[in-house]
């Protein structure tokens, strides 16, 4: 069946890079997604990836493709106090499936 | 802001009871999506709405049902309620239906139910 399986939580220091890290199992998913969520808001779509591509970047947010282990990653660049946040990894195909969401914690 | 409105934003409730959340859709968006996020978990797939028809279902009893109206704002009802319903509802609108399309969903703040 479909599942998206994400780490449940990372530290990063301020100013360092944060990767959150992402699998997937729908080979038919045609667009995969980045969500935010901060304390008690709805979901931000922060960047997409159509199946086709490998990587797209988008200022301080690089997203990496690799089709063939079904893994996608998030790289935050010179991460600030205001990413902390939970990140949802989603793929779609008929329905938006979601992971459980990795939880970034930002250290001083 | 999306423009995806909720309401309420709270709501307590007691087991047994019948509850109706409502979502106003983007304008110009005609199709909407429900999602339960229970606490602790990613978002799962309720349904969804386009043109005021269901157009898929994710894994939910019968006891969660919805409504599209012309105006494209949406109900979520869920009758006979179980505290694992528990849960904060979520609400999406897009323009199209999703399948094999980037149709980007406007996800609203979201009204958090909780079951006593």
């Known amino acids: 069946g479909e599942d998206v399986e994400q780490s449940l939580f990372l530290s990063v220091r301020e100013g360092d890079s944060s990767v959150i890290n992402c699998t997937y199992t729908?080979?038919?998913?045609?667009?995969l997604y980045w969500y935010k969520q901060e304390p008690g808001a709805g979901l931000q779509l922060l960047t997409y990836?159509?199946?086709?591509?490998d990587m797209k970047q988008d200022q301080r947010l690089t997203v990496l493709l690799n089709k063939k282990d079904k893994h996608l990653s998030l790289r935050i660049a010179d991460t600030q106090t205001g990413d902390s946040a939970i990140y949802f990894c989603?793929?779609?195909?008929?329905?938006?499936?979601f992971g459980k969401g990795t939880r970034l914690h930002i250290l001083p | 802001e999306t423009g995806v409105t909720q309401s309420p934003t709270h709501l307590i409730k007691t087991r047994g009871q019948q509850v109706t959340l409502r979502c106003s859709s983007q304008?110009?968006?005609?199709?909407v999506s429900w999602y339960q996020q229970a606490l602790g978990q990613g978002p799962q797939f309720i349904f969804q709405?386009?043109?005021?028809?269901?157009?898929g279902r994710g894994n939910f009893p019968p006891r969660f049902s919805g409504l599209q109206f012309p105006n494209y704002s949406s109900e979520l009802n869920v009758n006979a309620l179980e505290l694992d319903d528990s849960a904060l509802y979520l609400c999406?609108?897009?323009?199209?239906?999703?399948?094999?399309?980037?149709?980007?969903?406007?996800f609203g703040q979201g009204t958090r139910l909780t079951v006593v």
């Open positions: 999406a609108s897009s323009l199209g239906l999703s399948t094999g399309s980037n149709t980007e969903a406007f």
């Open positions: 729908d080979s038919s998913s045609t667009y």
């Open positions: 990836i159509f199946s086709n591509m």
């Open positions: 989603a793929e779609k195909d008929d329905k938006i499936i």
């Open positions: 304008s110009g968006h005609n199709t």
């Open positions: 709405y386009y043109r005021e028809e269901e157009n």
